[in-house]
């Protein structure tokens, strides 16, 4: 059965309610990956989004078709895997619970910590293997393996996004209450 079209309708919302409803999700790169524990929304009008001036050749993928990957190389130096949704946003997936290749994602880290594999948006590229080549590629098929969660956490933890310098009360960063695996704690509520 082509789950394809499927797919391409999840992530063809706001970026808010995909990354919402991506904690829970599972996704794997070539065998090796885990359970969605940490997500980031960023839309076109945010000022903390890529796509805010519009299309260059370094964000071509977020204007992309939904269910494509936007990869990109943070402070020049880890890559970080979005979902790009609408046409100009996307979901950062910042935190996976690894579940599967744990041997490989190991030996990519350097490191036997589960907890430090995939708890951070470039631990998790560097644990599944992904960089620049994975960019505009369909999160829909190989070399990914996508599947939204049966059902959101009624407690998801949300609060604003973290490592930014615009837009920083924006409360679009999401996660999996009690997960040891996010890649900071959520601040506590004032």
Same mark, same amino acid.
């Given at each position: 059965m082509d789950t394809t079209p499927a797919l391409t309708a999840f992530f063809a919302r706001p970026a808010g309610d995909v990354a919402r409803d991506m904690v829970g999700a599972v996704l794997f790169v070539h065998g090796a990956g885990g359970i969605v524990v940490e997500t980031e929304a960023y839309a076109p009008d945010d000022p903390a989004s890529h796509s805010f001036r519009g299309p260059t050749p370094r964000n071509a993928s977020m204007f992309a078709a939904p269910g494509t990957a936007y990869v990109y190389r943070s402070y020049g130096i880890h890559w970080c895997l979005?979902? +790009?949704c609408l046409p100009g946003s996307a979901v950062l997936i910042r935190a996976i619970e690894p579940t599967a290749g744990l041997d490989r994602m190991a030996a990519r880290r350097g490191t036997e910590s589960r907890k430090l594999l995939c708890s951070g948006p470039g631990r998790l590229c560097q644990a599944l293997g992904v960089d620049a080549s994975f960019d505009g590629l369909a999160l829909t098929g190989s070399?990914?393996?996508?599947?939204?969660?049966?059902?959101?956490?009624?407690?998801?933890? +949300?609060?604003p996004r973290i490592g930014l310098t615009r837009a920083t009360e924006t409360p679009w960063r999401f996660g999996l209450p009690a997960s040891p695996y996010l890649s900071r704690p959520f601040r506590k509520p004032a």
């Open positions: 979005n979902a +790009v070399p990914f393996d996508f599947s939204p969660g049966k059902a959101r956490p009624a407690d998801l933890l +949300v609060g």
